[in-house]
Nanobody
């Protein structure tokens, strides 16, 4: 079992910035590729971005490219999502997750919910207009 906890969500004005983080704990000695997803009211959970286990590869949804940046702590299952120029349509619960196929981290797999095995409880990000 792997446990994940997100932190840093809150209320932000449009055009503002916010940084949220995620830490995964559980099995020692294993580094996971990790991803961010978000879910707005009445919508399905959608892909935001992901980072490989060694941080040499990142993927982003088209809707956040150029505005959001994923980073991770070296040699730890911890990552952050820096969100800039936030828009009201970014309002959602943001979830982090660990990727189940460590050696097959690519698109479109990295953007699929069913490729991730453990999930955090989510953190709310609200962007006011």
């Amino acid at each position: 079992q792997v446990y994940l906890v997100e932190s840093g969500g809150g209320l932000v004005p449009a055009g503002g910035s916010l940084r949220i983080s995620c830490r995964a704990t559980g099995r020692a000695g294993t580094l996971y590729a990790m991803g961010w997803f978000r879910q707005a009211p009445g919508k399905e959970r959608e892909f935001v971005g992901a980072v490989s286990w060694n941080a040499d590869t990142t993927f982003y949804a088209d809707s956040v490219k150029g505005r959001f940046t994923i980073s991770r702590v070296n040699r730890e299952n911890t990552m952050s999502l820096q969100m800039n120029n936030l828009k009201p349509e970014d309002t959602a619960v943001y979830y982090c997750a660990t990727y189940g196929a460590t050696y097959y981290f690519d698109l479109p797999g990295a953007g699929r919910r069913d490729m991730y095995d453990y999930w955090g409880p989510g953190t709310q990000v609200t962007v006011s207009s």
